[in-house]
């Protein structure tokens, strides 16, 4: 079983550069979480989803955008990199909510912009 | 608002030490969930435990134990007779019920463990 499959798990990136991180899982869960880790902060949440078609934003979601067009998918782009957006970038999903089962994470992507 | 605090950054040990990581919450429901990550040098991230508001019977795992305490706002894990092994970041998390319903985590800074052989 594949999981949370993020895509890519590294780039770099110069500022103002654009990017879209891709992640896709394959549990038909319904919500769907990108989060950013950077040391000391633990994760904190971008946006996140309960469903095809629906955003929200989380603690932090400027300079973020997102799309979940399809169920399985749930897009995070970047219009245009900071070097304040270096971190890791990890994407969750679940059944329903968290009361129902835990979030299951993909291995992350090391963002880094210069 | 919803808040995971953990108090320590990081802790090191000697194989063998008994090492409790500690976790304070604060929450505005009733009901809630509390959660327990790991995450190895490898980076990838390990749900241990879920643990809901109702349930503050302490659970052991192996070499694992959770300690849940309503009166004090805490939900401790300890690791018994450490492992190198158990080297890693632990995260405790809380669950965030939004006003529309739908359901995020609030995860603490987490706490760095290192487990020296």
Known sequence: ???????????VLKTGQSM???CAQDMNHEYMYWYRQDPGMGLRLIHYSVGEGTTAKGEVPDGY??????????????????????SVYFCASSWVGVSNQPQHFGDGTRLSIL | ??????????????????????????????????????????????????????DEQNEISGRYSWNFQKSTSSFNFTITASQV????VYFCALSDRTQGGSEK????????LTVNP
Request: aromatic share 10%.
């Open chain 2, 85 to 88: 092994v158990d080297s890693a």
């Open chain 1, 1 to 11: 079983n594949a999981g949370v499959t993020q895509t890519p798990k590294f780039r």
């Open chain 1, 20 to 22: 879209t991180l891709l």
């Open chain 1, 65 to 86: 955008n997102v799309s979940r067009l399809k169920k399985q998918n749930f897009l995070l782009g970047l219009e245009s990199a900071a070097p304040s957006q270096t």
């Open chain 2, 1 to 54: 608002a919803q808040k995971v605090t953990q108090v320590q950054t990081e802790i090191s040990v000697v194989e063998k030490e008994d090492v409790t990581l500690d976790c304070v919450y604060e929450t505005r429901d009733t009901t809630y969930y509390l959660f327990w990550y790991k995450q190895p040098p490898s980076g990838e991230l390990v749900f241990l435990i879920r643990r809901n508001s109702f």
């Open chain 2, 105 to 112: 985590l609030v995860f603490g800074k987490g706490m760095k």
